[in-house]
């Protein structure tokens, strides 16, 4: 239980804590992120001002969330008709185009910033190099190749990092409407009967094909391998899987101690999970180091009791709802009672002394 857990929850922390190491280094240029930012579909409806009252930053920023999940809803069905209609390679194409801009285009001004920031001094050249072979090796390796396992999880963990750090750019406002509207639309998207992701699980159980999608994949050990193995030789279909709306087979349930739970050998975690886990707490982290830990605390408790509650009901269930509500909880209670009470209490002990 607690290997197969672990196996989830590490991972997640490393992409968390890359996340507030670039937001803490790169703290200086927000405002240069958040301009360029402005335009896109997160501030499409609202570009939040200093200025604005409380009110018309709520309502914009609820506005600006409610137009994000809407494209990110209208993106999902999309993919799941391309799905339905077997056109893989047209998904395949535009995932390994989007993983190059990525590892390309945002990685690369993240490493440029990142040299800038620690005065290290490398020529044009090298980087260039540097970044193509990063980018090529990073689009062949997650979408194409079936290489080490831990090499494409490595690559995985790079891209929740570099998308999460811009996400953290985005005004505050819409980052906690969008954090909200994201786990409700998490919610809807695997567990109702309509739901996308649950409408491409089933197709993808139906088939009994993977669903071309960015997801975190942890494996057990030897144990894991060999269960792998020997479900290969028996004929059963699937792979046990979770957390993220993909495929849970409960006949597929460990033999050892994680049985007593359900837990399957394979567990599957959606990229986005990544990314909005690490925005949390990158935004945490623009505010002060003990919200941030707070935070950081309360979304990894958030995903093991998912994770928890996978093997304990045994079937996929969404990844974000309970942290996101804890993390946010969290942050708003850190930032308006505990830690002042925390200040507070440490200055009548400075005075005392």
Known sequence: MASSIGAVVVPVAIAMALCVWLVTLLRGDATEDAEATSGGVISAVYTEKSGDS???KFTG?????????????????????????????????????????????????????????????????????????????????????????????GYLICVSTIVSFYFTQIPEWTTWSLLIAMALYDLYAVLTPNGPLRLMVELAQERDEDIPALVYESRGGSFGDARARARQNSGVSGEAVGADGSPYDPSLEADDEDGEFGLPDSIKLGLGDFIFYSVLVGRAAMWSPITCAFCFIAVLLGLVLTLVALGMYGKALPALPVSIALGSATYFLSRFFLEPAIVQSYARHFLCE
Do not use: C
């Open 61 to 153: 920023s609820v506005e600006n969330a409610a137009v994000f999940v809407g494209f990110i809803t209208a993106m999902t069905f999309a993919l799941f008709l391309l799905f339905k209609y077997r056109m893989g390679k047209v998904i395949w194409a535009y995932m390994g185009f989007s993983g190059l801009l990525i590892f390309g285009v945002l990685g690369g001004n993240i490493l440029m910033r990142v040299l800038q920031k620690l005065d290290i001094a490398i020529d044009m050249v090298t980087v260039g190099l540097l970044m193509w072979n990063f980018s090529i090796g990073g689009v062949l390796m997650t979408f194409f190749w079936h290489g080490p396992l831990v090499v494409k999880q």
């Open 54 to 56: 409380e009110y018309v």
